[in-house]
T-cell receptor, first 112, second 116 residues
């Protein structure tokens, strides 16, 4: 069974601070996705990284896929209160890409 | 375009009761799936379907049944509810992202189920 470990589990910061969330596995994934989930809603896809070493930017969010495709990170610059939510990483493996394996998530709270 | 619609939003069941969680999508996606989300456990795959008439088990299928008679609908049935099935259930449909060459997923807003 492939597992994804996310750290930290909880993170509380002040508006304007920077932060990094990590997603690690002992297994190789063909691609990795990051989702954000707000209370009472389903996860919303933020980004997909496919190539080892790939870096993608989404405004103030920077996503990186490890060279060996076993780990990923999400860096947020100058966090805003609207960034508050549960951040989930999910790995896709196999040729069909049908099954997502989720990490347990990082609950981020950005305080004003 | 409503995306993925789940009903009901909330449900309370007594142990032993049966019910069906509804999921519908209007995006003509072939692939649909059900997940449950529990505190400290993340999201776990229950069942999935790669098209009408085709279903398969995920990581935690026991106690749940599914069928897929149309592309649009993928209901999840609890045959005899147990307290261990108290959870938040999410339905998702999948599309091919030509930009990345992998699948993207659209989730519904969930059904919060409590079994007493």
């Amino acid at each position: 069974t492939q597992l994804l470990e996310q750290s930290p589990q909880f993170l509380s910061i002040q508006e304007g601070e920077n932060l990094t969330v990590y997603c690690n596995s002992s297994s190789v994934f063909s691609s990795l996705q990051w989702y954000r989930q707000e209370p009472g809603e389903g996860p919303v896809l933020l980004v997909t990284v496919v190539t080892g070493g790939e870096v993608k930017k989404l405004k103030r969010l920077t996503f990186q896929f490890g060279d060996a495709r076993k780990d990923s990170s999400l860096h947020i610059t100058a966090a805003q209160t609207g960034d508050t939510g549960l951040y989930l990483c999910a790995g896709l493996s196999g040729g069909s890409n049908y099954k997502l394996t989720f990490g347990k998530g990082t609950l981020l709270t950005v305080n004003p | 375009n409503a995306g993925v619609t789940q009903t009901p939003k909330f449900q309370v069941l007594k142990t032993g009761q049966s019910m069906t969680l509804q999921c519908a999508q209007d995006m003509n996606h072939e692939y649909m799936s059900w997940y449950r989300q529990d505190p400290g456990m993340g999201l776990r795959l229950i069942h999935y379907s790669v098209g009408a008439g085709i279903t398969d088990q995920g990581e935690v299928p026991n106690g749940y049944n599914v069928s897929r008679s149309t592309t649009e609908d993928f209901p999840l049935r609890l045959l005899s509810a147990a307290p261990s099935q108290t959870s938040v259930y999410f339905c998702a449909s999948s599309y091919w992202d030509f930009g990345t060459g992998v699948r993207g997923y659209t989730f519904g807003s969930g059904t919060r189920l409590t079994v007493v």
